[in-house]
């Protein structure tokens, strides 16, 4: 069908399918992939654009349904080379993060501001109802939106700063974020390459079933098919590997024909399906939806078998078996702490409180669902991989060592941008070696992108924990044992570092805050039918202070004492530290008790009871909540984690090299996706090096940059680990400097300083000195070195902490419940955290608002459901699966402390994901509260008004 359009100017004419999208029309025909897919049900808002100057969003309206039209999308939005008042206000507000939503919010936006020039919070926050920003937490949005606004009505006054005289502790506009804001910056479904090929995987429609026969004839006959894969074509792809081997306990891994690490799931399922999302065949052809057509096609015949998904039921004789290898399909079984003191010390106990808890299944659910692109070049045997991951060095190596078995120096890991993760992309996906076997066999590129119902059955998912816990201790309020008895569901295989979650991060973590004479976690880490899962942001600590604040609240209530009193009295105090918390950890410092009565003034817990009298006067019901916490970050020491089970080392790298002409490049293992690492790590070195900070450039995020071996981010490691190497290599090329000028000027090394940017001969600095760029040109040139000295001014560096850190705080949400309707209104929400030193204070706000967003949703909404006969997941859409929109968000209120940690020389502490942990108890907490006078004691998340009704009103 003939199609002829406006857009951001231009006259476009094509002939178009008639089922083709407006979408796929932007991205494919008029090449502008500033226009995101996230959803294609209209439920996310990322491919959001202007359509004659409304917004629209561009998957719900066919191509042909344009006809005539005048479209604008984010890449038309800049005018002369201007940036629109909008992209200004959000890179300066530092509301992009990932940025795979910004566009369509900004393109949402536009039509709002057109329609109302002095729009309210309330009013930007209803308008962005249909467009998520999970990993934001909309707050900044909303400024941002409000900053353009003023702008655009001529409000606008100039605020030039003067150069800071220290980037630590400054918040410059974040790096690589014009790209993002412009629609330029390049995602994984936006690349291609020339002669590429597309691939589509097919999924099991079943959690448990044999595999009787796949007839794939007739998809093969179908248009523009190039081949059909099953396990019959990839028998020398090896399973993927596990590599977190509980090393105190028994359990029961999957073999791997390496024999030095367990093994998984394999590319394709043979005789067995095991959860919905098991891959079974994948279709390679010329185009994406020809890939896709033809996956209709193939033909499985299946003999259903019956599901298990409870993991309490799993354990149970008579449950089905999904693995020859583990009894009852349990995978570990161990017990941390000392079980028998820990009970005896309840038995003894005035006060005992038990409470069955279950820590819901969550899906990461991020906006962009994930993708492979992958060539091999059979004249050099070079493999190359582009995709979404936040492990980037890992890949390489597992791929390459446990999976493909080629060599390491052969394969190389590109990561583009990528829009979130959440922690859903820092593990192996059978997919990702599929694809690059795939390409291998064909001599072409294939590349692969996900469907959002793909992503939400074959994508790790969270959480999903039973537990039975018991807190117990006297009268007046302290606590001297909890212990917890806990059934975690892995699913269907482990993913390479999934029971790690069960195990240390919940197990040491259980008694949060406080002291605890007592205490033990016995965990069963169980199979099921259900999706595999791995961490998630707040991973293992967010179910374990979730146990403990409840338990606290449960304690508080039995005795008839104020919570915030039981927490005060049994909080670990400020000398105390370093604190052993009798189950693993080493608490490094802090002070709790500081936090917690800041949260209780900022939140008016003085004048809770007024509160709630005149809320009721509303039909209300006014609940206030608290959760404290302190959670373990900064992932290492290397020797640490290793006793742990970890099958890696977890120390950090950077490579430092200063060109002749005096600009730094900086290459580093972490792998930003969000958390602003190109330009906090750039703020480290500026600050190192004396010089301005536009000389340093942050380079990432590709295996052959000059960096042996990066780590990767994950568990709110990479500031605290990876940016010390940073500085530390730093101060490496500084020594080099001094021990060079040394030689140059004759003097004694003692004498040599480095100031601003510069090597100063004390005794002489007027004439011995000469700035860091000059040192570098004459190393360069090493035309008269010192014995032993090499030539250019470059280093790596090293960093193994001997000790993790261990952020902390305190968060109170106070909530109001419909009495008629039982809806949850959430109506303030203060956060007081502790994260050490901090580099970048609003990269920081940042990444609290989009950890407090998470945890809200936790609370009200998320949950992973199943169908309890077939296993099937019933939410593979966000029409199913509940995420908190902007208007569900009040405005949050932060504050932090400063108590630097002693683990490492910047004296920061992580922030990436830590701030989640205290905010889903915080907000059940507070529902309970309220819901006390009707005798309720617990309800388990998600708290929906159904749940709310229930608890009061059934009988």
Known sequence: MDLKVKINGKEYA?????????????????????????????????????????????????????????????????????????????????????????????????????????????????????????????????????????????????????????????????????????????????????????????????????????????????????????????????????????????????????????????????????????????????????????????????????????????????????????????????????????????????????????????????????????????????????????????????????????????????????????????????????????????????????????????????????????????????????????????????????????????????????????????INVVYTNKVPTAPMRGSGRAEAIFLIERAIERFAREIGKDSAEVRRINMVKSDQFPFENGLGWTYDSGNYEQNLDIALEKAGYANLSQMKADALQRNKLLGLGIGSYVAVAGVGNSAKMGGEGLMSGTWGSAYIHIAPSGEVAITTGAQPHGQGQDTTFAQIAAQELQIPMDYVTIQHSDTDLPLYYGQASYGSRSLSVEGVTVQKACQMVIQKAREYAAYLFKMPLDLIEYKEGKVIGIPAPEQAVMTLQQVALMLWFGWDLPEGMSPGLEATAYFDPKNFNFPFGTHIAIVEVDKDTCAVELVNYIAVDDFGVVINPEVVRSQTHGNILLGISQALSEEARYSPETGQVLTDDFDTYSIARSSWIPHLELHRTVTPSPSNPLGVKGVGDVSNPPVAPAVVNAICDALADYGVKHIDMPVTPEKIWQAIYST
């Open 14 to 522: 094509s002939d178009v399918e008639p089922r083709a999208l407006l979408v796929d029309f932007l991205r494919d025909s008029a090449h502008l992939t500033g226009t995101k897919v996230g959803c294609n049900s209209g439920n996310c808002g990322v491919c959001t654009v202007l359509v004659n100057g409304k917004a629209t969003k561009s998957c719900q309206l066919l191509a042909i349904e344009a006809e005539g039209s005048d479209i604008t999308t984010i890449e038309g939005l800049a005018q002369n080379g201007e940036l629109h008042p909008l992209q200004k206000a959000f890179w300066e507000n530092h509301a992009v993060q990932n940025g795979f939503s910004t566009p369509g919010t900004i393109m949402s936006a536009v039509e709002l501001l057109s329609q109302n020039p002095a729009p309210s919070d309330a009013d930007i926050k209803q308008w962005l109802q249909g467009n998520l920003s999970r990993e934001t937490g909309y707050q900044q949005v909303v400024e941002s939106i409000k900053a353009a606004a003023a702008e655009l009505r001529g409000e606008t006054s100039t605020n030039e700063q003067a150069p800071p005289t220290s980037y630590i502790g400054q918040s410059p506009k974040t790096r690589k974020t014009k790209e993002l804001i412009t629609g330029d910056a390049q995602f994984i479904a936006d690349m291609s390459l020339p002669n590429m090929l597309h691939a589509a995987i097919l999924q099991s429609p079943h959690g448990h079933a044999n595999i009787l026969s796949i007839d794939t004839s007739e998809a093969e006959a179908m248009p523009g098919v190039v081949r059909i894969f099953t396990w019959k074509d990839t028998q020398q792809v090896m399973p993927m590997p596990v590599i977190w081997i509980p090393p105190f306990t028994e359990s029961h891994f999957l073999p791997h024909p390496s024999g030095i690490v367990p093994g998984s799931h394999s590319v394709f399922a043979k005789d067995r399906v095991r959860f919905v999302g098991d891959q079974l065949a994948a279709v390679v052809a010329e185009t994406r939806q020809q890939a896709y057509d033809a996956l209709d096609k193939i033909k499985v015949e299946y003999e259903a078998l019956p599901v298990i998904l409870d993991a309490e039921e799993a354990v149970k004789d008579g449950a089905p078996q999904l693995h020859e290898t583990a009894p009852n399909n349990i995978m570990i079984h161990t017990v941390f702490g000392d079980k028998d003191a820990t009970q005896t010390a309840i038995d003894e106990s005035e006060v005992v409180v038990e409470q069955r808890i279950y820590n819901q299944r969550l899906m990461h659910n991020t906006l962009e669902v994930r993708g492979v692109l992958a060539q091999h070049d059979p004249a050099t045997n070079q493999h190359t991989i582009w995709t979404n991951t936040q492990i980037p060095y890992p890949h390489r190596l597992l791929i390459s060592l446990y999976v493909l078995g080629i060599p390491y120096n052969k394969l190389r890991v590109i990561v583009p941008y990528i829009g979130e993760s959440n922690g859903c992309k820092g593990n192996l996906y059978p997919d990702t070696p599929l694809v690059l076997w795939m390409a291998r066999e064909l001599g072409r590129p294939v590349k692969w992108v996900d469907t959002r119902a793909g992503f939400s059955r074959n994508t790790a998912q969270s959480r999903d924990q039973i537990q039975h816990i018991k807190i117990a201790g006297t009268k007046d309020g302290k606590i001297s044992a909890l212990s917890c008895k806990a059934y975690s569901n892995v699913g269907a295989y482990p993913v390479i570092n999934a029971p790690g979650q069960p195990l240390a991060l919940i197990g040491r973590s259980i008694t949060g805050a406080y002291a605890i004479p007592h205490a033990s976690y016995e």
